[in-house]
């Protein structure tokens, strides 16, 4: 099994699990989509949220602790997830501004060692930066992919957001 398939198996028992949770904060409506590679992995009529869990990431002391798989700890100044997932949130409220239809929220969630921090996307490119990846994502090969760094200080507990 790959690193990928643990990681990925891991990532879909922690949404399950995180379902209730996230539903009080977002609502009883609040659903997981059941697509396998759905963008986002939870949604309502007037959002979408996505789901990363991190059991490698510690909050601890105002900052964002992570230990490697070789052990090594560190200091993040920002957190990442694919690219791909911003693209598919400004098409998607492109197209309901096409439709004359009310845009969408779109929210990246971290479960960080059981604690929930969020940022809500948008596109002033300064709570964040985009970098390509040239590393391997679980797959036993490298590969490259776009990422979006959010900084950490635009990073909030989750138990903070008010709809």
Known sequence: MTQFDIDYKKGKESE?????????????DLILDPEMFAHFDYHKDNLMSELKTRDDIVFK?????????????????????DAVKMQYAYQHNKWRRKM???????FMIWKC?????????????????TEEYNRDFGH?????????????EYIKPLSTLSL
Request: net charge neutral.
């Open 16 to 28: 399950i699990n995180s379902l209730p949770d996230l539903q009080e904060i977002f609502g009883d």
């Open 100 to 106: 004359n239809e009310k845009e969408k929220r779109f």
């Open 61 to 81: 002391d105002g900052k964002f602790n992570y230990t490697t798989r070789n052990g090594r700890k560190m200091i993040l100044d920002s957190i990442y997830f």
């Open 140 to 152: 036993g090969f490298k590969q490259v992919r776009d990422v979006i760094n959010v900084k950490v």
């Open 113 to 129: 060692n059981k604690e929930y921090f969020y940022w809500e996307l948008n596109w002033d490119k300064i709570e964040y930066f």
